[in-house]
C-alpha cells in the first residue's frame, strides 16, 4: 500500500506504479465515491463513439476496410 498526501488546493498525485498498472493517461478521467469511511477512485471506461454513414456499405467495401483495419 502507497500513501500519498492532499496539498493544499486538496490534490493528489496518484503514484506513478498504480498509474501504469491501470493504464491511466494524464487527462483521463477518475470516477470519486465514498464507500464505507474510505474515498474510492474508478477510472472511467468513455463511451464508444457510434459514426453514422450517410450511405449503406456494401459487402465488399466493408470486408475491405475490415482487411485494412486489421489484416487479413
Known amino acids: 500500500m502507497k500513501v500519498v498526501s492532499i496539498d493544499e488546493r486538496g490534490r493528489v498525485t496518484l503514484p506513478s506504479e498504480s498509474r501504469k498498472v ?13 464507500e464505507g469511511g474510505a474515498i474510492v ?4 471506461i468513455p463511451e464508444p463513439v457510434k459514426i453514422k454513414a450517410n450511405r449503406r456499405w456494401s459487402r ?3 470486408l475491405k476496410a475490415g482487411e485494412a483495419t486489421f489484416g487479413d
Open 60 to 62: 465488399e467495401a466493408f
Open 22 to 34: 491501470l493504464g491511466l493517461k494524464p487527462g483521463d478521467k477518475l470516477e470519486v465515491s465514498v
Open 41 to 44: 477512485l474508478r477510472p472511467l
